[in-house]
């Protein structure tokens, strides 16, 4: 939401004040503008999770291990790095069944960095067929934005600017010199996309590869402005 702010001085200018002024409480006109600028996705961040269910805690750790190593086996196998994977998490606790602890349950999540948007869906396929139980939080972004946070923020002044010169006339005056001006981004572009968690069996196999087509993501850019308020003559 845009901010439109015309600040009049309550106190009259001194006498003889020239209008280029620039004394405590002379009028201002201050706004904030906004860029944006969408771009494609190149890569992504590929959460899955390996979840083992067993009587006791060394079985449910021992056997949520050998998972765990199988999945990283069958990523590796259809073409990740090493270094392209790591823990996201672990976690080893009872598992209850209506209130009765009936063993324990074993949690690893594995983060995989996708370098090639287009293996995501190969790369979800893989993880399963490895041992994996569940995908969650699929992040698409961008390895280098910074052409679009510089045409975000140049759009973000002008939006600025195009605002205070509305104002000002609006109100029986220009623009004079620029008082202040700063500027703020969002975050690293990302787009999530939550996936069901589901428990599966066996092998994806059989079936087609799982299709992704993630969207734009949008950079933007706030720029806020002040500038001195010249009332026409």
């Known amino acids: 939401m845009k901010r439109l702010l015309l600040i009049l001085s309550i106190a009259a200018a001194p006498a003889g004040a020239q209008t280029q002024n620039t004394a405590p409480g002379f009028p201002e006109v201050a706004t904030t503008g906004r860029g944006d600028v969408h771009v494609a996705p190149d890569r992504a961040i590929l959460n899955v999770g390996i979840e083992t ?8 750790v021992g056997e949520d291990a050998a998972r765990v190593l199988k999945t990283i086996a069958s990523l590796r196998s259809a073409g990740v790095d090493s270094v392209q994977i790591t823990t996201g998490g672990y976690s080893l606790g009872p598992d209850y069944d209506k209130n009765k602890q009936i063993g324990f349950i074993a949690r690893n999540n594995l983060r995989v960095e996708v370098l090639h948007i287009t293996d995501v869906g190969k790369l979800i396929d893989a993880a399963l067929s490895g041992g994996a139980t569940q995908v969650y939080n699929i992040q698409f972004v961008r390895a280098d934005s910074k052409g679009a946070r510089s045409t975000a923020l140049a759009l973000a002044v002008a939006d600025a600017r195009r605002d205070a010169e509305v104002l000002a006339q609006a109100a ?42 993630p969207g734009d993501l949008t950079i933007s850019a706030i720029a ?10």
């Open 172 to 213: 029986g005056g220009t623009l004079g010199r620029l008082i202040s001006l700063t500027s703020n981004f969002s975050q690293q572009p990302m787009l999530a996309t939550q996936l069901e968690s589901a428990v599966v069996t066996g092998t994806v196999s059989g079936y087609p590869q799982t299709p992704m087509m």
């Open 53 to 60: 269910h067993s009587g006791s805690a060394n079985a449910a």
């Open 224 to 233: 806020s402005a002040r500038w001195q308020f010249i009332p026409r003559q």
